[in-house]
């Protein structure tokens, strides 16, 4: 028993020591019993939240496998070595009761815990690329990875039969004959053009290893932070947009390692049932959408076909309006669909409802289902009866009243890619969709007519329009016109054919210039022509460069048309740049400042650097021969869609029920 002391109730002494006693603990004594209840306290917490059968036997499973794949000689020591044994040999053992336990292990655990791939699997890894790019060999198991590279041992024949021959009778796993992309198609016969084409699939390897080791299943990585990016369009929810959007990209390098992985995790992880946000329509059509068909096209894979029709199925919702014009954002649960609040009291906005038409069109034609063309044509409809303003489409439509919002005029952000889409369905119907292609003419004389300008240098460039005032400023977004202007110029012998293809090549040249005018030699967000400034950025929220394609895009396209060297000269000088300025230990990020000597970085490796700024460069290194413009049209998120009539993998559904 603790001691006890009196203290007496007043100044007296007092003669009866059971009357007024107040009993304490000295200090001492309380900080002894304050330590004690403490201890308990962190014994109790402790069990509660570390012992293991808190966890639940999965995830225990988890942490267990954890540390085996960091080293089985943890749980299982090796024996002393065999009497009489090769040195270097490991007893048998020793493997018989690994390979037990491994397959214990993997029937007892759930299947939803084996989530990020083995990066340490077999197959070529970064440092064999690079050492095979400075002229060393490759390992001898280098598989698939290796493929494309010289003296690269190919595939064994079991991993290529899974990636069926063009025009193949023979069923596949993916369910179709399908097209197989391996180091013989499209190398350009000079070695050089190899090597550097090689050089881009070693940083597509290197942008696609680090989003697996930090960020699967995420939208994107932060390759400074080493973690996932929650601030993309897609919200913090798991899309694995990086995934879909480089999954075509993987399988035309010959990375079909890396592509088997993604397709398994679109398999058993992607879905939108648990998305709580609302989702821009344009970005889940271009990105998923576009990526899933690509894949299908590839491949014949059903797979992707039915991931297609699934998403295409969860944005029907915003095409319910008066005008048949769908709003920007759903809710892909609840079907509640809205617009920005900053478009224009409401709109909805030109290069978002007007860049649906290839996906949704194609989607009908593979299905059967005519409900996304009928969407899609509606919009096309609408457009085409409104009155236009000079000729020109305003980037605002108001969905419910079917009347133009703010007249501003744009080829850049909020209207380039709906003036794509005008030549690219045409092209995309085997010049079939003639309403098109008579869209885009007129939209495009409009264009020539009251937006393209030349700057005292020589320089063209595509100005913005507001209220019948020109702002001379381009932004990075158009420079994708160079190829638009292009393949309008030499698709269809018209009238217009060489003014289209000097603009082209006007276009490109002015968005290359804007890039070597920086110290990074990468372009700026947007440049001005005005008060003696041309092609350069004067704001500072205008420097920033965040791994953009479109320059690219038109570098490869006129390199298509005219196979003028310039464009492979560009693009080299690219590549350098972004491996000097972008390339980090863990991937690759965007710029804030590309006038500065050593500009910060934002720390994202946007999903579309996989989809289209690397492909972009990938195919201007490759020959002709690899997806020919004239089988194949690329979407505004490059992901590549069969010709109709031309290319047998379109798939159209009397066709595709039969493989």
């Known amino acids: ?121 077999a197959g070529t890894r970064l440092s064999d690329v690079s050492n095979a790019l400075d002229g060393g060999p490759l390992p001898k198991d280098s598989g698939p990875m290796g493929a494309g590279i010289e003296g690269a041992v190919p595939p064994p024949d079991d991993t290529m039969a899974k990636y069926p021959s063009k025009g193949s009778s023979t069923g596949t796993s993916f369910g179709g004959a399908g097209l197989v992309f391996n180091s013989s198609i499209g190398e350009d016969p000079d070695p050089k053009v190899r090597e550097k084409r090689n050089k881009v699939k070693e940083m597509m390897i290197h942008a696609w290893d680090n989003y697996k080791l930090y960020a699967w299943g995420k939208n994107e990585l932060k390759p400074i932070s080493k973690r996932g990016h929650s601030g993309s369009i897609f919200g913090a929810f798991d899309l694995g947009a990086t995934i879909v959007d480089g999954l075509d990209t993987l399988y035309l390098m010959g990375l079909h390692k890396e592509y088997d992985e993604g397709r398994d995790w679109v398999e058993r992880k992607f879905t939108l049932d648990n998305v709580g946000i609302d989702l821009s329509v344009f970005e889940t059509n271009i990105r998923f959408i576009g990526g899933f068909l690509t894949c299908y096209a590839f491949t014949g894979d059903r797979l992707f076909l039915d991931k297609a029709k699934y998403v295409a199925d969860k944005l029907l919702p915003a095409f319910q309006t008066p005008t048949g014009i769908p709003y920007a954002l759903v809710n892909v649960n609840s079907g509640v669909s809205k617009n920005y609040g900053w478009a224009s009291g409401g709109s909805s906005i030109l290069s978002e409802f007007g860049t649906l038409h290839m996906e949704f069109s194609y989607l009908s034609d593979i299905t059967g289902d005519s409900v996304y063309r009928e969407r899609v044509q509606t919009i096309r409809s609408v457009l085409k009866d409104l009155e236009k303003p000079k000729g020109l489409y305003p980037n605002y439509l108001n969905p419910k009243t079917g009347k133009w919002g703010q007249q501003h005029m744009s080829l850049g952000a909020l209207g380039d890619s709906f003036y794509e889409y005008l030549l690219k369905a045409w092209i995309q119907s085997g010049h079939e969709d003639e309403e098109a292609r008579e869209m885009y003419d007129d939209a495009m004389q409009a264009i020539i007519q009251h937006m393209i300008r030349t700057s005292q240098g020589g320089l063209t460039y595509v100005s913005d329009m507001k209220f019948d005032r020109l702002e001379h400023k381009m932004d990075h977004l158009a420079c994708f016109a160079g190829g638009l202007f292009g393949l309008g110029g030499t698709t269809l012998n018209n009238q217009y054919s060489e003014k289209y293809l000097e603009i082209g090549e006007g276009l490109t040249n002015t968005c290359h210039e804007s890039y070597v005018r920086t110290y990074t030699r990468l372009g700026p967000e947007a440049f001005r022509f005005n008060d003696g400034v041309e092609a350069k950025a004067l704001k500072s929220q205008e420097k920033y460069y965040i791994l953009r394609p479109e320059t690219f895009e038109s570098y490869f396209v006129m390199w298509r048309l005219t196979h003028d060297q310039k464009y492979r000269d560009w693009g080299w000088d690219a590549v350098q740049a972004l491996e000097k300025h972008c390339r980090t230990p863990n991937g690759f990020s965007g710029l804030k400042n590309v006038y500065l000597t050593d500009p910060q970085k934002d720390d994202v490796q946007q999903s579309f650097f996989l989809a289209e700024t690397l492909k972009y460069l990938y195919l201007l290194f490759s020959d002709d021969t690899l997806l020919p413009l004239d089988d194949w049209v690329f979407n505004t998120e490059a992901h590549p869609l069969p010709v109709k009539g031309r290319n047998s993998l379109y798939r159209a559904a009397s066709t595709s029920s039969a493989l």
């Open 1 to 121: 028993m603790l001691p006890m002391y009196q203290r007496l109730g007043g100044s007296q002494p007092s003669s009866n020591p059971l009357v007024s006693v107040r009993r304490s603990f000295r200090s001492s004594e309380k900080c002894l019993i304050l330590l004690v209840l403490l201890t308990f306290g962190f014994v109790c917490f402790g069990g509660f939240f570390f012992l293991p059968d808190n966890f639940g036997a999965d995830r225990v499973l988890k942490v267990y496998k954890q540390f085996q794949k960091a080293g089985p000689e943890i749980f299982i020591p090796p024996p002393p070595p065999a009497h009489g044994g090769l040195d270097g040999d490991e007893d048998f053992h020793k493997l018989n009761d690994r390979d037990r336990l491994q397959e214990k292990i993997q029937k007892e655990l759930p299947d939803d815990i084996l989530e990020k791939p083995d990066i340490d699997g």
